[in-house]
């Protein structure tokens, strides 16, 4: 027995039917294009030109076409890697994480927010692979046989432990995103008409029937993945921020940066999921499905996570002070007053005070406050990276070195183009993969719908009406 | 040879899980039922027992725990000892992040791989389903007929009474 509260807001409005979710779904992938989508995907592409034009000229004229120098040696790309990774962090918390603490309400976002993950890691494996300067060399990084003895990693570096992490994350995402997309492609392989369409989603559906064997199965696995996916994205945010922490450089060497790092992670993800489904929901019509309720409960998790990295950026400060170590103190009133305050008080501003706001329901529930002040999240996690790495290594101990360190064209080439290659990424799956998880959705309807779909000339044929009564809830999913 | 099945339509969980129910009672063996997405308490009805894929995971997160550790300690203890920031060659701490991260990804891999293969998952251009409508809201019960053994009659009687709003023949070629 599950008890629904009668106050709790209803998850799918409009009185929809199984039926009508898997219309609603499969409208845009088998519809034609339309305008507004091939517009978008145009922009994207020119997004993703630049992204190859800076590749190209990185690896044929080399790093020297980026900005850094021998004092800021990791700067603009491994402030972007962060930051991408950050981002992809919410779509495993809300497929996992959320999945474990059973809220039903992520349902209908888990599958767009896996989506956002895969494609923000593949954007952010794009730095670390092209600071290498020679990508081709990249599988040196595995402990592979070699003919120098052989000559093995080095296990004790955070390096090599963000290639374990990083990759691992990756793969396990991929599968999981791939066993919910599975049911939901069998859907869409019996409704297809065109020969194309037909067997290309067959081949996708992998010969799923939707048997009660398989579902059971199919749910073990769901929760078993999710339980090996709560603490891998855990541990994915720890080690990049070991990469920082491990070090001797004043401003990084701080036991504080893995719960930092992983709140700061939650944080940038859920704005970039909102921003992404504030315009999906309303380019595809899917208000029935992400709605208010769906947006005001993201909304609360960027309130927490905020606050959490308010917190954490007032200790830093505190256990600089308290610490009595010089070099500390310094990088830290450097961060705030020295030549790159603005980019501290732009962190400050857009992470610590915008989200606030959110304690106002009214702001909490305005779809167009939210997704103004999502962006500037994400303005601000990015500045959050920069200032942690540009502003630590900048001013180290000796002055002689000290240096300052601007980005080149090519450097924002490349970063912008991430966001270019990002975007075609997901708009392509936007029109070809259902985005929401109809098998889900459809599980959790008769308990969280507005209207209950009713069946009454079944139960008259059916016998006591007591148990028909309170079958509606016991047996609803999750 | 050729299978006939019987399959029994529904539109709606709950009637489908008591018709389970009184079906299994009359003494008819259910062949399979599929569903649109995964009805809660369909296991129990049908008597399917609980998938031994956790203990699976377990032993491939088992070995990918080994295989880590014997990896890092074998190259950098044995194979090739170097001294790296003053640590033993063996230093366990370092080890922990490479371990968790392998024993997470042979976990989950190896119960995907052994779930595809139980449940006979596969890229393939067949479709297999019985009745379409069952990936979209239709419940379907597939009995499978016997010639001279099942009274279609009663069948059918008793899977209406049930709360069937179709019920259908199938043929499927083997």
């Known amino acids: ?478 | 040879m050729n299978k006939k099945f019987v399959l029994g339509i529904y539109d709606d969980e709950d009637v489908l899980l008591t018709a389970i129910e009184n079906v299994r009672a009359a003494g008819t063996k259910i062949y399979e039922v599929f569903s649109p997405y995964p009805v809660h308490g369909i296991d129990d009805v049908l008597g399917i027992k609980r998938s031994r894929l956790p203990i699976a995971a377990f032993f491939f997160g088992l070995f990918g725990t080994s295989f880590a550790l014997w990896m890092q300690i074998w190259m950098l203890g044995f194979d090739w000892p170097m001294i790296i920031g003053g640590k033993p060659h063996i230093a366990l701490p370092s080890f922990i992040p490479v371990t968790f991260e392998l024993t997470v990804l042979c976990a989950a891999h190896g119960m995907v791989i052994t779930f595809f293969i139980v449940t006979k998952l596969k890229p393939s251009m067949k479709v297999p389903v019985f009745d379409k409508r069952s990936t979209d809201d239709k419940f379907v019960m597939a009995i499978e007929v016997k010639d001279g053994e099942t009274d279609l009659a009663a069948l059918n009687n008793l899977l209406r009474t049930n709360g069937a709003i179709e019920v259908n023949q199938k043929e499927v070629l083997k």
């Not at chain 1, 593949?122 to 600071?131: G, K």
């Not at chain 1, 999240?377 to 000796?398: A, C, K, P, Q």
Request: charged share 15%; proline share 4%.
């Open chain 1, 1 to 478: 027995m599950q008890h629904v509260s009668p106050i709790r807001e209803p998850l799918v409005t409009g009185g929809k039917t199984y039926h009508d979710i898997t219309e609603d779904v499969c409208r845009q992938v088998e519809a034609k294009p339309n305008m507004r989508w091939a517009i978008a995907l145009a922009v994207a592409l020119v997004g993703f030109a630049i992204f190859c034009y800076s590749v190209y000229r990185t690896l044929w004229y080399g790093i020297g076409e980026w900005g850094l120098n021998k004092t800021v040696g990791w700067a603009w790309d491994i402030t972007n890697f962060v930051w991408w990774v950050g981002i992809g962090h919410a779509g495993t918390l809300i497929s996992a994480i959320l999945l474990l603490f059973r809220q039903k309400w992520r349902t209908s976002i888990n599958r767009a927010a896996e989506a956002m993950t895969i494609f923000a890691v593949i954007c952010a494996a794009m730095f670390p692979v092209l600071h290498m300067g020679r990508p081709w060399m990249a599988l040196w990084v595995l402990p592979l046989p070699n003919t120098y003895g052989s000559l093995w990693v080095n296990f004790n570096s955070p390096l090599l432990w963000d290639v374990f992490a990083i990759s691992t994350y990756f793969s396990v995402s991929l599968v999981f995103w791939y066993i919910g997309l599975i049911p939901d492609f069998a859907t869409i392989r019996d409704r297809a008409t065109g020969p194309i369409a037909r067997r290309a989603y067959a081949f996708l559906s992998f010969g799923w029937t939707g048997s009660a064997k398989a579902w059971s199965r199919y749910e073990t696995v769901s929760l078993i993945l999710a339980g090996l996916a709560t603490p891998l994205v855990l541990s994915v945010h720890t080690i990049v921020s070991f990469d920082f922490a491990t070090s001797v450089i004043p401003g990084w060497h701080t036991t504080i940066f893995p719960p930092y790092f992983v709140a700061g992670a939650i944080f940038s993800g859920f704005a970039m999921v909102l921003t992404l489904m504030i315009i999906t929901r309303k380019v595809f019509k899917l208000e029935d499905y992400i709605t208010l309720e769906h947006i005001e409960s993201m909304n609360k998790v960027i309130i927490l996570t905020g606050s959490i990295v308010g917190v954490a950026y007032i200790t830093e400060f505190f256990i600089a002070w308290y610490s009595q170590v010089e070099y500390e103190q310094y990088a830290f009133i450097n961060r705030a007053t020295g030549p790159y305050w603005w980019a501290y008080w732009s962190m400050m501003t857009c992470n610590v005070i915008t989200p606030q706001l959110f304690w106002f329901r009214s702001i909490r529930r305005s779809l167009t406050a939210t997704f103004i002040i999502t962006i500037f999240v994400n303005i601000g996690m990015w500045f959050e990276r920069f200032v942690i790495i540009v502003t630590s290594l900048h001013r180290d101990y000796l002055p002689s070195s000290w240096a300052m360190f601007s980005p080149t064209s090519i450097d924002i080439g490349v970063y912008v183009g991430t966001i270019g290659l990002f975007f075609t990424l997901f708009l392509l799956f936007a029109k070809f993969f259902p985005v929401i998880n109809m098998a889900e959705v459809k599980a959790i309807l008769k308990s969280s719908s507005e209207v209950k779909p009713h069946h009454q000339h079944h139960s008259n044929t059916m016998h006591g009406t007591a148990k028909d009564s309170n079958s509606n809830t016991s047996h609803s999913n999750e």
